[in-house]
Nanobody, 115 residues
Framework: QVQLVESGGGLVQPGGHLTLSCAAS????????MYWVRQAPGKDIEWVSG????????IHANFVKGRFSISRDNAKNMLYLQMNNLESEDTAVYYC????????RGKGTLVTVSS
């Protein structure tokens, strides 16, 4: 059974930075993509970033605008999202997920960007 556990969220001022982590377990196929998705209050889940686990090739949603970096440590089964220059619009619960839609995801970690 797949388990995804996110951590690292918190309160940060606009322009600040955070690094989110995701501990993954239960996968039988390492040749896959993993994603970060988020859900802002009152809004639908939206895809943020993805990474091809074998090659570490990253992809990002347009709104990331070079501010976020996704990485992984395959030996530790960890996924990371480094977020820089955070904006109030980035306030959301962030999830690591098996797919871009967030169909299979963890319980999430809350990121609040506010002064």
């Amino acid at each position: 059974q797949v388990q995804l556990v996110e951590s690292g969220g918190g309160l940060v001022q606009p322009g600040g930075h955070l690094t989110l982590s995701c501990a993954a377990s239960g996968f039988t196929d390492s040749n896959r993509w993993m994603y970060w998705v988020r859900q802002a209050p009152g809004k639908d889940i939206e895809w943020v970033s993805g990474i091809h686990l074998p090659s570490a090739f990253p992809i990002h949603a347009n709104f990331v605008k070079g501010r976020f970096s996704i990485s992984r440590d395959n030996a530790k089964n960890m996924l990371y999202l480094q977020m820089n220059n955070l904006e109030s619009e980035d306030t959301a619960v962030y999830y690591c997920a098996e797919d871009q839609q967030g169909t299979v995801r963890g319980k999430g970690t809350l990121v609040t960007v506010s002064s």
